[in-house]
């Protein structure tokens, strides 16, 4: 089972970017997904997280950090989950990690996820 982002860059304040999380060996489809970041010298932080397949409803969750500028969304045909980042500031540099949950449902929990990407780099100059 292997998690792989991508999409992390060097951006200035106020552009975007889209984070993208493809996963091989494990169907995402029912499990929740999330995105976590780390900046330097701070601990790993819940960003956003996106529940599994129905027949529960769809259901995000968001940090109040991020909420109104970052969308998550995930293409279960594609097995992969995404972390669309709009008016990135600075203090949203860090470390970006996709994350697979246990069950279908979403949580901030980093202990209720078992799957980990390495991590995609996001940095935002003001």
């Known amino acids: 089972v292997q998690l792989v982002e991508s999409g992390g860059g060097l951006v200035q304040a106020g552009d975007s970017l889209k984070l993208s999380c493809a996963a091989s060996?494990?169907?995402?489809?029912?499990?929740?997904m999330g995105w976590f970041r780390q900046a330097p010298g701070k601990e790993r932080e819940f960003v956003a997280a996106?529940?599994?397949?129905?027949?529960?409803?769809?259901?995000?969750d968001y940090s109040d950090s991020v909420k109104g500028r970052f969308t998550i969304s995930r293409d279960n045909a594609r097995n992969t989950v995404s972390l669309q980042m709009n008016n990135l500031k600075p203090e949203d540099t860090a470390l970006y990690y996709c994350?697979?949950?246990?069950?279908?449902?979403?949580?901030?929990?980093?202990?209720?996820?078992?799957?980990w990407g390495q991590g995609t780099q996001v940095t935002v100059s003001s």
């Open positions: 996106i529940s599994g397949r129905p027949p529960l409803t769809t259901h995000s």
């Open positions: 994350a697979a949950g246990t069950s279908y449902y979403n949580s901030r929990r980093q202990l209720d996820y078992n799957t």
């Open positions: 060996g494990r169907t995402l489809a029912n499990y929740a």
